[in-house]
């Protein structure tokens, strides 16, 4: 299995600031066939289901505000958030698709300081 | 716009089977390149890949569940189904169905349906 590793658990961030939240991997989800890193980015709001953000680590889903970026490759993966909201309140996960035994992250629980 | 729908019972009995359906609607499950999947969150905690389907009827299944779970999908009700066997309390959870953005079963799940809970209790 692709263990996937985020950190941290839980994250206070002052509106208008910047959230970081890091995801790792316990190898390589990078597909040299495609040169594409085979890692998603949700958020889930509670009571909702999860949302797709960011899809080959870097790519925004249509709707999804451009404040949200992905960035990373190989094992090192971040979700940043430019400038907190409040509705950026949630719980959000990394999943990897280089196997076809998906993984998802842990969670990291953004909260507003 | 694509939905997906969630039915199935509510509470279960330990050692009994859970039966669930996932209802696609606003367009075909036999459209490519989309293979269909089933998500697990136990209350208060992480999500869990249990397995995906394409039109085609080929699975794959999370190695940890798969002795007790089967996938199916039915294209003429445009609907795809999970089973799992031999239930105890550590399969509660809410159960999402999802479409998975790949021809291939690994991909990124696009769309979510809103997810039914259920109970495993005498």
């Known amino acids: 299995d692709i263990v996937m590793t985020q950190s941290p658990d839980s994250l206070a961030v002052s509106l208008g600031e910047r959230a970081t939240i890091n995801c790792k991997s316990s190898?390589?989800?990078?597909?040299?066939?495609?040169?594409?890193?085979?890692l998603a980015w949700y958020q889930q709001k509670s009571g909702q289901p999860p949302k797709l953000l960011i899809y080959?680590?870097?790519t925004r889903e249509s709707g999804v505000p451009d404040r949200f970026s992905g960035s990373g490759s190989g094992t090192d993966f971040t979700l940043t958030i430019s400038s907190l909201q409040t509705e950026d309140v949630a719980v959000y996960y990394c999943?990897?698709?280089?196997?076809?035994?998906?993984?998802f992250g842990q969670g990291t629980r953004l909260e507003i300081k | 716009q694509l939905q997906l729908q969630e039915s199935g019972p509510g509470l279960v009995k330990p050692s009994e089977t859970l039966s669930l359906t996932c209802t696609v609607s606003?367009?075909?499950?036999?459209?490519?390149?989309?293979?269909w999947g089933w998500v697990r969150q136990p209350p208060g905690k992480g999500l869990e890949w249990i397995g995906s389907v394409y039109y085609s009827g080929s699975t794959y299944y999370n190695p940890s569940l798969k002795s007790r779970v089967t996938i199916s999908v039915d294209t003429s009700k445009n609907q795809f189904s999970l089973k799992v066997t031999s239930l105890t309390a550590a399969d509660t959870a809410m159960y999402y169905c999802a479409r998975v953005r790949s021809s291939w079963p690994g991909g990124a799940f696009d769309i979510w349906g809103q997810g039914t809970m259920v109970t495993v209790s005498s």
């Open positions: 080959w680590a870097s």
């Open positions: 190898q390589s989800v990078l597909y040299r066939s495609n040169n594409k890193n085979h």
């Open positions: 606003g367009g075909s499950i036999s459209s490519s390149p989309y293979y």
């Open positions: 999943q990897q698709y280089y196997s076809s035994l998906i993984t």
